[in-house]
């Protein structure tokens, strides 16, 4: 294939997806452009370009990205793919400011690059302005016969014109930067362009019945009512002082809220004897935090690495996954790819524990051999293999130091309490001790069965993505329970978060709800009520209620005039799943087929010259959120690390007429 002497291409989202399609566009060019050949970008975003709409530069320091400096790039390291032409991974951006800072750095970036080291955890807004200066690279080395266009508008629809070209409609705010394409129509509120790329990120998202109902109320009764949002969106100023907030999800975003609301409102947290100590502004509010578990998510261990280097898979392995291939299998997440993950973190759990608290294990010899032989995986499809791995931890380990690993994520899962003075107390030992295994790291047998989960949840997004699983356990078992399992034990906040919101706790800043939260409206008392069964008293009651969760990523459900015109003209469709019972569901993400991907329309043809990368591929593609990973980062990557720098290679590949790149392929 050969690249055509003229290309128009439009990338609809400018934040990290949309510009790792911009750069790999430029590197590919470079690589194998024809002279004379042309190629003009436009690129979309009402949000200025690199950052886009999440990572703006401007945003509280407070907000802190869940990766340290060493993990994200935006830039492909991998030598199979055309050379970059301009960019560098995050961690090298920020020794190269730290040596040599761009002129144009504010004083707040520069006094947070001056101390972030390699292992830290950056804000998002300085992740913001190493995405705002990529781009700027990119379009200040622009290779010969390219031009871009950059529109800070939102494209309201893109449909199919006569010969198979797109046509995109704007919205009135725009402006163009950048060079113009000579000879190309454009009337300033449409263009015409060869091919259209979704990248289309983080979008608004209608609210469920119940949340209707809690905006209305709100509206009725004169109360505040803060539905999910980006939370550098949120005006936080609107939450009173001194006065009770409801805040529901203990989630990523939950910490965020409290970040905003404590810190941000001029209060600190210093070190005393016994740890971390609140001091208030007197500017907080008296925050109730309420989730399903009643706890957030368990805080990450402190590692040199994006993984332990303590752990290594041993069952869930690349090998044993292409036998299911070989086979011809489709596996299924319960029955076949559960059981060898399930092993993993016991082996790693218990190994660990041999290592670092020998006394907790009898006949050390003898408990190796006899947990190896239990766990090897021979008819794992019985179930008798836990059978005779529970017996061999009966005979050997301490009934104190057993791993209940379902119950590492709800703690307080069978318990009541007899007041929420109680259950504060409760809430506050599982964050102290959370934070203590955090700080063992490599030494602490729970944080490593989850270190295990963590790395098999890198193989398991190659897996969905290349092989697939079925619909069935893609429903009840991926998303159904073990998403949300992955999530609290693997995903939660850095160390130090669990820390502050102990002290908080301490402090009297912030109480707890309790787990299985009942959520209501109070008419008499014109306040929101948040009650769970399982704590004796009143139910926590206050006028502002925040809901601490990201908008729904659903296609369906998004608010985004471009999505909501696509799918009403049958250009594409979300992906509809069968659950076992054979009734159909649909999914949060586009229907789409590889490679690259590209959108099926509602009568199932395939539309070409029409991609889709990022969040909308959450029906393929599983934990589309994380930032790409870079090569230098400690330990091995595995391939999901870098899957959207891939992505978007195929895409431009394509986009140019280029042949797949063989490093962008799936893994036989």
Do not use: C
């Not at 320091?61 to 055309?82: C, H, I, K, W």
């Not at 690993?405 to 001790?433: C, H, I, M, N, Q």
């Not at 490593?448 to 963590?454: D, E, K, Q, Y």
């Amino acid at each position: 294939m050969v690249i055509s002497q003229s290309i128009r291409t439009a990338l609809i989202g400018a934040g990290p997806r949309g510009t790792s399609v911009l750069e790999r566009l430029l590197a590919n060019w470079s690589a194998a452009a024809p002279a004379g050949a042309r190629l003009h970008i436009d690129v979309i975003d009402p949000f200025p370009a690199g950052p886009g709409h999440v990572w703006q530069p401007g945003q509280s320091r407070l907000y802190l990205m869940n990766t340290q400096s060493f993990y994200p790039t935006l830039v492909p390291e991998d030598t199979g793919l055309a050379a970059p032409v301009a960019g560098t991974t995050f961690d090298r951006w920020r020794t190269a400011q730290q040596q040599n800072p761009l002129p144009g750095l504010s004083d707040e970036e520069r006094a947070e690059l001056a101390v972030l080291g390699s292992g830290d955890f950056p804000s998002r807004a300085i992740y913001g302005r190493y995405l705002r200066s990529t781009f700027e690279e990119l379009l200040a080395v622009l290779p010969d016969g390219v031009t871009v266009e950059v529109h800070r508008a939102t494209a309201t629809a893109a449909r199919r014109q006569p010969g198979g070209k797109f046509e995109i409609e704007l919205d009135a705010v725009q402006s163009g930067s950048g060079e113009p394409a000579a000879g190309m129509p454009d009337d300033g509120r449409r263009l015409t362009v060869d091919s259209v790329v979704l990248a289309l990120g983080h979008l608004a998202s209608r609210l469920s019945p119940e949340q209707r109902e809690l905006q209305s109320a709100a509206t009725q009764f004169g109360l505040r009512y803060l539905p999910p949002a980006v939370p550098a969106d949120v005006d936080w100023g609107v939450v009173p002082a001194q006065e009770p907030v409801l805040v529901r999800g203990m989630g990523l975003n939950f910490f965020d809220v409290m970040g905003q609301l404590t810190e941000g409102r001029g209060g600190k947290f210093v070190e005393s004897g016994d740890g971390l100590e609140y001091l208030s502004s007197g500017q907080e509010p008296f925050i109730f935090a309420a989730s399903r578990r009643g706890t957030p998510y368990r805080s990450k261990a402190n590692l040199a690495g994006y993984y332990p280097e303590s752990v290594t898979l041993r069952y869930f392995t690349a090998k044993a996954i292409r036998r299911f291939a070989a086979g011809g299998i489709v596996p299924a997440f319960d029955l076949d790819l559960w059981p060898l993950l399930h092993r993993d973190a016991l082996w790693t759990y218990y190994t660990t524990l041999l290592r670092s608290q020998p006394d907790a294990v009898t006949d050390h010899a003898a408990f190796l051999k006899e947990l190896e032989e239990a766990l090897h995986p021979h008819a794992h499809s019985t179930g008798r293999w836990e059978d005779d791995f529970n017996a061999v931890v009966g005979r050997h380990v301490h009934p104190g130091s057993r791993l209940d690993l379902r119950g590492l994520a709800a703690p307080l899962s069978g318990r009541s309490f007899a007041s929420r003075t109680e259950l504060d107390a409760a809430v506050v030992d599982y964050l102290d001790d959370d934070a203590r295994r955090s700080a063992l790291g490599e030494d602490d047998p729970v944080k490593m069965a989850i270190g295990a989960l963590h790395r098999g949840r890198a193989v398991l997004k190659t897996v969905v993505a290349d092989g697939g699983i079925t619909d069935e356990s893609w429903v009840a078992g991926l998303r159904g329970w073990f998403e949300s399992l992955v999530e609290g034990l693997a995903s939660g906040p850095p160390a130090l978060r669990a820390e502050q919101l102990a002290a908080l706790a301490r402090a009297g800043i912030v109480s707890f709800v309790g787990p299985d939260p009942k959520f209501g409206v109070d008419r008499g008392k014109r306040a929101f009520t948040a009650a769970s069964p399982w704590v004796r008293g009143d139910a926590a009651e206050a006028r502002t209620l925040v809901e601490a969760l990201a908008p729904a990523n659903r296609v369906a459900l998004n608010e985004s005039p471009l999505l909501e015109q696509l799918l009403a003209d049958g250009i594409v469709r979300p992906r509809t799943m069968m659950t076992v019972e054979g009734t159909p569901v649909q999914s949060s993400g586009l229907d789409v087929r590889p490679h690259p991907y590209r959108p099926v329309a509602a009568n199932g043809e395939v539309n070409e010259r029409l991609y889709v990368l990022g969040l909308q591929l959450s029906a393929t593609q599983w934990g589309t959120a994380i930032a790409a990973e870079a090569v230098q980062n400690v330990g091995p990557v595995y391939p999901s690390g870098q899957r959207t720098l891939r992505d978007a290679d195929e895409i431009a590949r394509d986009i140019l007429g280029l042949t797949p790149n063989a490093s962008s392929l799936p893994a036989a």
